[in-house]
């Protein structure tokens, strides 16, 4: 016979799959000897067989009568008895913490007769009446699903009708005609009267527990967290205790250490004469839980040695609930308790002082999320601000300067020593340099995953997206905002990019210690304890890490700063960035050329101009892999855009323009280029491909400063990247041309060039046929974004404002893809490649250099299938070390 | 001792690899006991040891020595004997027939002193002297690299000099000369002079064969039919024969049947006194080869008798090469042989009446592509005609009609009952109601894989695209040839969808009595020998099919159509094509709508048709499955090109036109919606989710359509199909959705209605997380075209033109994907995805309906991977279903 109930005495904490989180901690504590009330468990198990088939087992009756019987005889009470009845709680628990489940209703056992033995036992007619009103208006709306309103309606009704405002104020004889009403109201509302019988109202209260599992807010969730939805939840039942019995009784929650600071020593709220839900109603001002040590000495000290034991049994922070009954302690809950980034760091390195946990163990306490949030500014909250809208956090910071209204001005004013924040509508590839200029990034449209919020995050840039109460006009150079306000261009905004919020003037910033400590300019044995904490964090993961972690980065600049933030080499340099701002007329000039002369002038005019870049981040990555990958994007994204163009050249000719010709040759040649889905166009090694001398124009530039750097005894390490490859002969065509290219310049500098060459793995043809491809790769480096793009049929610039909502709001996405890495989908095409890759060649150097290698969670998944690096924006290169070190450490599971 | 030679008495036909197809068929003939010159083959082996060490291998000079010497022996002559040479000729011989290949160097043995032997022997001076010219010739061109011009002109220079005009009329004093020109020409171009050592001689002609096994052309080859580059080539080694010895010689070419038309009795061409290459060169004419009985009835009896030998041993057409030495007949080379469609349906049948083959080995005889040709109706060559342009032959056939510029017009015109071809500069979804009213369509831009090509042979409609020497003005409606001459609208032309040409006025057509045949209007009995052929051939093929064919219809006629070539359902029914025409509007306001009401009246006004359209659908396949796909493409596809409309409204506006305003709300819509890659955009399943109501609208008028069939004793079979899944989610939210609308139309109907639900497979996703996806759909459908954008990551609509010419030029591309499936890596996701979704669910229904439904290669590959159907465009179906037959009789692998 399956065994549906355990008592508290008999289950453990590692029961979770079968007793819920509350119930394993609670059985826990039981065998720990703590003061936990009596009671049981029904299990997972029998809330699966009531889902399975729409009622309860037929042996779980028995088991809870028998439980049941064994509580009341340790009790020495019976559940409802008419003079001295046992009450018990009824709590939902599955193994992960869920919303939208039912959780509680307390004081079962109660009814018209018993709540008169209630009262005389307590001898406080007020508190019964209040206990039995409790449990009719909890009863009827979780467990019968009445509206809540109609009971918070009543109560208003009776204080109003009483000219009393407060809850207390109401007497025994209000509450016990309350009372009434409220079974009136369930019996209107639900057709049956409220259920009289103890057991009944247990059973029912199971039961809605077991349902509630399957309630609409609970699949979304669970849907949205990827929890199976056949888990089921727990079901525990434990005997009453009231804080609310008067003075000598009081109900509390409390950390075993500040979980805001991580400082030392105990942390909590205590509320005398309450039940927990006031605590978390906050009808009124808790006590710090000091003040416990002078209202009840005995509790307070019993506690604080309780908490002790309960950390080093959990061996981390523990939250607890705990309620004081007329002078006896109850332990009612406790966790390992949620923190914040600073005190996780903090908590972590102070339990390897203590000597409770390892070096090992303190990097899974701590995780990357938390130490980006410690590498952002914020503004100081003290000082006084105002609020003008509200947007995205697409990028955490906080940013302030003058508001600017188009990039060149932007870049413009910056060069002049000012502080600029960037407004725009949205943005685009050409806005680029004003982005880079700029200290923040405001948008009126667009979601997480626009082009701003995108490229902001990789720079590592606060930005504010979609704050769609303003208007922006970048004609007149100003934002409207929702209140008639206008800001002109000049005026000084300040943006937090951790909340959305836009404020008028300049919010004064406090910089992130941690940011100044892997800069270098702060020394960890005197910048405070945060920084000394995560200082021997990142010694630990470094140490740990199995995976390197290298830098996108495309400029000497950026190189370095990669370096200062503990890159060991470029995963990305996209050449692209390089033939943006000035050199873009050339390669309009290359698009337009008519001759093959013109078009050769074109691309002897970029060669040195290349070379010099390669030169200086060859530099910057002395004695580091840097790879380099050729031109990705459309060539079209070099020209105008065509609606605007073709506008222009209607307008001209309907006036007769003097210019309207050669706007008109520039419109045709853009009509010629263009194409109806660039992402799926002529782009990457098709481009190297159809426009020939490209790809060695810049295999040239690359391999002459290498030549360079090696006759300046410098020790450069490039490595050529062919992007977009579907099929090897692709990459074989583009590998013969950089071979040919080597050996002239070998020839010409005298510098033996052997240059390695390797390939994006990005659309899924490369990843299903990596077999072959790897014969011609020397390695190959994961492009998860234009891979997520194809694995999923959509385009990151197109569906995220047209459907993500939608599909978040579903639950079809717990993330979107392009945050974190769909490991279900797109994560498959990485484990197939890289396997079949590293048949053909078994040294094969794997890496990914989408925006997935700074995610905490993909990283995770890169460890397990065995890639050798991951590469991410230098910002994120401390995130991405400690979660190397953590994935390595945990085995590769994440913990959740 | 690897055995690297063998004689031509130790080989049969089935050692291809090692002997190379000609090397094995002489074998096979002098098995056979036939008159073939003694000799021996080179095996493809001492190739390969050639190629990977760049010399041949140590053992393969002793053996050519010995099996030389074997050869004097048998034909008690020497090589470059003084007195009476042996000579030989080399041909390579790889396992396939390869162009760009070292073909044949004749007469080795010849040197300035066995010419002398072999004048005196032969008694013809002039033949001698012939023939070490050709060798000289052959042997500079082929073995030595040199310009073949260079001998051509000494030739021309030297007829010039004697004012003659033919070979034939140069005396052997001239070819003497003309020997000792072309050796100073060997000599100054090659550095070395001709060698007069015989072995020598045979030797470098042996290696150049080696060696031309990676000339450009053949490696080019090769990538591009993908065979192996590692396969090396055999080299024959024969002794020479002449049919250039005098007027009792000569030399032919013959089949064992017409390989014309398929008519019964050898077939052939005989020149008196000629050689093998004089025939190709065609320098006289040649004769029939029922000629030969009157010159020479001993050789002509003998050669009949060994064709029928011969046809008898390979049991098919064979081709052969003969030579006839002073009255002694030759056999040079046998193979089966190449023929037309008709020839092929005609011979396959004769083939099993006159006992040889089977049934099922029949149709392995025949194939999908002879049975298209054979469908499309020709021009009657016979009749004279003008050429106005040329462009690609997208969609074979031959129409006639007037020439009309715009869809409207088109429709208008062919609705009063006039023939016309629609000719635009580039189609697009909108022209449709105009390609379906034309006859033919003539496009001025775009490729093989435009929409106007694809479209065509979706529709199997005549289409000559990408013509790009016609300046099409659609304003003026008008076309201009680059002669200058104006075509008007109005004015009748003739394109050749086979050819590619375009005629003016009007061509008579022959119509394909085959079409005719599967359309019902013509008796197989009496249709003529090639219908009664086809018909046989369709019988046998339907008996072994494993896999059924259905077809890619829209509306009644086409299902009806569909019907009589013999589809057994319709696999894919899109209902976008409902969407156009007079129904646009209503389109427009749906995504227009402001108001729920708004939205609400569109959709309401859209049921009643699109139930009607689903009616008619049903009826037409009554008893037949039916697979409706809901709104797939992106929303904006059903609004204005955001480019004209932004210059319309910039216009209107810089010229203060009344109806301004109403442009710019409509640009506003258009501007919202537009995508930077609608591909990748608002489709599907997407649009599905985001527009509320859309998809439960189509159900409804499916299942609406259903309940009405019912009632009126029909048996409609709908099969609910949900386009561009990527997550299983996605498709559970719409099942919950249809699930819904089914219970509703079954209460108001009282018809049961359980609606079968499936997806497509058409992003990578789906393919990779089938077996998920598996869980909700009861049905797959690779959409392949989709597949192959996103597996390949490109468009369909953009690259084609792009660079799809300059992958066909480098060999990375054999076929376009869209054309035939990709099976290295498309191919990969079919097979992943069959095999994941059959795990979750075994009998899991799988079919195809992208347009590789249609293609011979693609459907020998899904029945190998186990589909249940493909489906096709209804003028596809026979195809179809012929290679549905062959694909399983073949054991799934195609005859290369």
Redesign the interface.
Known sequence: MPKYVYDFTEGNKDMKDLLGGKGANLAEMTRMGLPVPPGFTITTEACKAYLANGSSPDELSQQVSDYLAALEKVMGRTLGDHDDPLLVSVRSGAKFSMPGMMETVLNIGLNDVSVEGLAKVSGNERFAQDSYRRLVQMFGKTVLGLEGDLFEHAIDDLKKDRGVTQDTDLTAEDLAGLVATFKGIVKTESGAPFPQDPRIQLDMAVEAVFRSWNADRAILYR?QERIPADLGTAVNICTMVFGNYGENSGTGVAFTRDPATGAKGVYGDYLENAQGEDVVAGIRNTLSLAALEGIDKASYDQLLDIMRRLEEHYQDLCDIEFTIERGKLWMLQTRVGKRTAQAAFRIATQLVDEGVITDDEAIQRVSGDQLAQLMFPRFDSSVPRTLVAKGMNASPGAAVGKAVFDSDSAEALARTGEKVILVRRETNPDDLHGMIAAQGILTSRGGKTSHAAVVARGMGKTCVCGADSLLVDTKLRQMTCSDGRVIKEGEVISIDGTSGEVFLGDVPVAPSPVVQYFEGNLDPATGGELVAAVDRVMAVADRAARMKVRANADNGEDCARARRFGAVGVGLCRTEHMFLGDRRAMVERLILADTDEEKQGALDALLPMQRQDFVEILEAMDGLPVTIRLLDPPLHEFLPD???L??KV??AE??NDDDRADNLRLLEAVRRLH????????RGV?LG??IGGLFAMQARAILEATAERVKAGGDPRPEIMVP?V??V??LE?IKEEIVHVAKEVSVATGVDLQPMVGTMI????AA??AD?IAEAAEFFSFGTN?LT???????R???EA??FS??LE???FKDSPFESL?T???G??VKIAAAKGRRTRPGLKLGVCGEHGGDPASIHFFNEVGLDYVSCSPFRVPVARLEAGRSAGSGGSDTR
């Not at 194409?675 to 002529?682: K, T």
């Not at 793009?789 to 385009?795: A, H, I, R, V």
């Open positions: 849907r065509i609606t605007e073709s506008v209607a307008l309907s006036r194409e109806a889905n660039p992402m799926l166009g002529l098709r491909l159809v977009l579907g099929a002969q692709e065509s990005e659309l899924p043809r299903l046929t072959l234009d793009q194809t694995t999923w049929g959509f385009s610039d197109d569906v047209a459907f939608h599909y579903k639950g079809i769909d279900e989908g797109v498959q095409m």
